[in-house]
């Protein structure tokens, strides 16, 4: 199967990206290139600038929504460790 048709399930749904920084990303995905992950309406989050890890994050999202803080964003493809749905960020109440 290609790349792209195991992605397209993905593609305008809003996503979570965690990536090899302490960048967390939560938008919509757009395009997936061989160079760069595009999503729009997009919540950057720092985790160092945080108390709360990512995985607190992402489920804070799934459970109040995306804040956006920028139109658009590319991701390097080569700092990617992982992508997925928000509705599969699972909680555990």
């Known amino acids: 199967m290609a790349e792209h048709d195991?992605?397209?399930k993905y593609f305008e749904k809003e996503i979570v990206v965690?990536?090899?920084s302490p960048y967390l990303y939560l938008?919509?995905?757009v395009e997936y290139t061989d160079r760069f992950v595009t999503?729009?309406?997009v919540d950057v989050h720092d985790i160092t600038d945080s108390i709360s890890t990512k995985e607190a994050y992402a489920l804070e999202?799934?459970?109040h929504g995306i804040r956006p803080s920028?139109?658009?964003v590319?991701?390097?493809r080569e700092v990617?460790?992982?992508l997925s749905l928000l509705s599969d960020v699972i909680s555990y109440d």
Request: proline share 0%.
């Open 61 to 63: 999202a799934r459970r």
């Open 70 to 72: 920028r139109a658009v």
């Open 18 to 20: 965690d990536t090899q």
């Open 27 to 29: 938008g919509v995905l």
């Open 39 to 41: 999503l729009r309406n």
């Open 80 to 82: 990617v460790v992982s």
């Open 74 to 76: 590319k991701i390097r």
């Open 6 to 8: 195991e992605l397209s």
